[in-house]
């Protein structure tokens, strides 16, 4: 497709269990990066790759959480020891630069709800 | 510290009419980006409109334009002609340039609904 996608939808998983959330981004765009929005909030920056850089993990929350992106396209977030307070819903966004005036693309976002 | 303001949760507009969205930022860096972002009930993130901290002039895109006013550090979002479709979340987000990441600040966002 032509936009950015991620899966699942939805996730519902159990307090202590590990959880994949897979993004993939549009074709051609350098740079990728994680948001979490908890419910009626604003989006929080969780990490950022560019290209072939070392990604920028300033807001990972825990180390619980962690990501990677293979061969400069598809991404998958890890948490690790699921909380409650990991519910969210995360959304990944790619660009085609990565830069301060470049629109970023927005994923429909995997909801995750930790029972 | 780097902040995005949005100090109305919820905004009602009758259909046609226009509506100013209000959003504030604040950052030390001379070099910034301002975007506004759409979200419907849906989920997904829609890009609307960008400014530039050197832009001398307001953005606009259809019936979307960006009131900034540097001096004041606020970049409020007119819709005009409201339509029952605009109903949704809207969240307005920086960029600095000193990192020129691309990585975005938001607000808390405003939903604005639109009344037949």
């Known amino acids: 497709g032509a936009g950015v996608s991620q899966s699942p939808s939805n996730k519902v998983t159990e307090k202590g269990k590990d959880v994949e959330l897979r993004c993939d981004p549009i074709s051609g765009h350098t740079a990728l990066y994680w948001y979490r929005q908890s419910l009626g909030q604003g989006l929080e920056f969780l990490i950022y790759f560019q290209g072939n850089s070392a990604p920028d993990k300033s807001g990972l929350p825990s180390d619980r959480f962690s990501a990677e992106r293979t061969g400069g396209s598809v991404s998958t977030l890890t948490i690790q020891r699921t909380q409650q307070e990991d519910s969210a819903v995360y959304l990944c966004?790619?660009?085609?630069?990565?830069?301060?005036?470049?629109?970023?693309?927005f994923g429909q976002g995997t909801r995750l709800t930790v029972v | 510290a780097q902040k995005i303001t949005q100090t109305q949760p919820g905004m009602f507009v009758q259909e046609k009419e226009a509506v100013t969205l209000d959003c504030t930022y604040d950052?030390?860096?001379?070099?910034?980006?301002l975007f506004w972002y759409k979200q419907p009930s849906s989920g997904e993130m829609i890009f609307l409109i960008y400014q530039g901290s050197y832009d001398q002039q307001n953005a606009t895109e259809g019936r979307y334009s960006l009131n900034f006013q540097k001096a004041r550090k606020s970049a409020n979002l007119v819709i005009s002609a409201s339509q029952l479709g605009d109903s949704a979340m809207y969240f307005c987000a920086m960029t600095l340039g000193s990192s020129n990441t691309g990585k975005l600040i938001f607000g808390q966002g405003t939903t604005l609904q639109v009344k037949p």
């Open positions: 950052t030390s860096d001379p070099s910034y980006g």
């Open positions: 966004a790619s660009s085609l630069q990565g830069t301060s005036n470049t629109e970023a693309f």
